[in-house]
């Protein structure tokens, strides 16, 4: 299985669509909500959400979003990263609530080799997470640094002999 891509291997215009998606519980929101000490009853109160929001209903709190969908992307594009630069945005562009499942999707942006590390690239991506109904929920854009292939070429680990 990959794990993240090296510089050479991120093509300007790639779309990565990144599988398997998740589908998002009540428990899942609740206990990322605990962790985080973020006690907004829009999150955790049913009868809250119900008569004093839009929605009518919980709404999962959208760093847990943004975090699942990072996560989704590390096997396509960060699983190599030497270092996370930056997120440049940050968006989230319609709700997410209990049962629905989250897909992620991402699309190489830029790169530009590095100035100061010659053995290293930065890499532009947005990605975007989709719901089951194809509405984009999030859309958030980052910088990775990735290495650059090795000269010998790709590290490829050999499996251990069973014994």
């Not at 050479?8 to 962790?35: N, Q």
């Not at 985080?36 to 959208?62: C, Q």
Request: aromatic share 10%; net charge negative; with cysteine.
């Amino acid at each position: 299985m990959q794990f993240g891509r090296y510089f050479e291997e991120f093509e300007i215009g790639a779309v990565y669509k990144h599988w398997p998606g998740k589908t998002v519980t009540e428990y899942d929101d609740h206990l990322f909500c605990l962790l985080t000490m973020n006690h907004h009853p829009l999150h955790l109160d049913a009868h809250y959400a119900e008569g004093a929001t839009e929605f009518g209903r919980n709404v999962v709190v959208g760093n847990y979003v943004y975090s699942l969908l990072l996560g989704m992307s590390v096997p396509d594009v960060s699983g190599k990263a030497i270092a996370n630069l930056e997120v440049e945005s940050l968006r989230h562009v319609a709700p997410t609530f209990h049962g629905d499942t989250i897909y992620g999707e991402t699309t190489v942006l830029d790169k530009t080799e590095s100035r100061s590390k010659p053995d290293r690239g930065v890499v532009a991506v947005e990605t975007r997470g989709i719901n089951q109904d194809g509405t984009v929920v999030c859309v958030f854009r980052r910088k990775v640094m990735v290495p650059k292939l090795p000269a010998g070429g790709p590290f490829e680990p050999r499996p251990e002999p069973r014994g």
